[in-house]
């Protein structure tokens, strides 16, 4: 049976796979954690990407189809430009690589990275709770900041210095993802919100200018967390992809 490697994004873990999974019966599905969350080890220090990406590729023993959500995608793109070869497939769900709106869609990026500075002054400060929520107001389920019990609020806010450390990865391209994308044959599946963050156009317009065989699909009533608002049909999205 053929491995899938679902990599989630930053503050979740394995369990925002839970309504996807069931749909993949026909592969050998390996949920992997990033560093510092669930129980994957710790941020070793260095460049957080990478570290997350030679995890990953400890996982392909031989060709997979790879997935990614958020971040998650962020790691899946830099494995692919690492070890094509290693690629059947790539699922990009939301993906935050946001050098590719600076590249293809300058305007939106600069919009984005307004919005973005208040969460990254606050960690800068120390105020972690108030970096998260201002982040999960951007990026997590719609109103779920005041639903959460105060355990979880700062479960979450302990790990919002990730990312800080992780945030020129995203914008500055400091994995070098972005001028070797061409080198990806595998096809590509593309899969985002209408309801998401106003910059995720400009970053689909630009991995798609990057990549020879590339579909792109929209869930219109749905933001940033598809795996986990919109798991049943993501799910079923990728079966398709992947069959």
């Not at 790539?90 to 590249?103: C, E, I, R």
């Not at 061409?182 to 630009?206: F, Q, Y």
Request: charged residues 15%; hydrophobic residues 45%; contains cysteine.
């Amino acid at each position: 049976m053929t491995k899938a490697i679902l990599i989630h994004g930053m503050l979740a873990d394995r369990r925002v796979w839970r309504e996807v999974v069931p749909a993949l019966p026909h592969l050998e599905v390996s949920p992997l954690e990033l560093p510092g969350h669930g129980q994957a080890p710790a941020w070793n220090g260095n460049d957080y990407q990478t570290q997350a990406y030679l995890m990953t590729e400890t996982l392909c023993d031989e060709p997979v189809h790879l997935v990614g959500h958020s971040f998650g995608a962020s790691v899946a793109l830099r494995l692919a430009v690492e070890r094509p070869e290693l690629l059947l497939s790539l699922t990009l769900v939301d993906p935050v690589f946001f050098y590719a709106a600076k590249q293809a869609a300058p305007d939106l990026f600069a919009a984005y990275a307004a919005r973005a500075t208040p969460v990254l002054a606050a960690i800068a400060q120390g105020d972690v709770l108030r970096a998260a929520e201002l982040f999960l107001g951007d990026w997590g389920v719609d109103g779920s900041w005041p639903m959460l019990p105060v355990a979880a609020r700062e479960a979450i806010a302990a790990k919002m210095p990730l990312i800080g450390v992780t945030a020129d990865s995203l914008a500055e391209d400091t994995g070098r993802i972005w001028p070797r994308l061409k080198n990806v044959k595998c096809p590509v599946l593309i899969v985002t919100g209408g309801k998401s963050d106003p910059v995720m156009p400009g970053v689909v317009r630009g991995l798609q200018q990057q990549f020879s065989n590339c579909t792109s699909v929209q869930f219109e009533d749905a933001g940033h967390m598809i795996p986990v608002t919109h798991g049943k049909q993501l799910g079923q999205q990728i079966a398709a992809f992947t069959a």
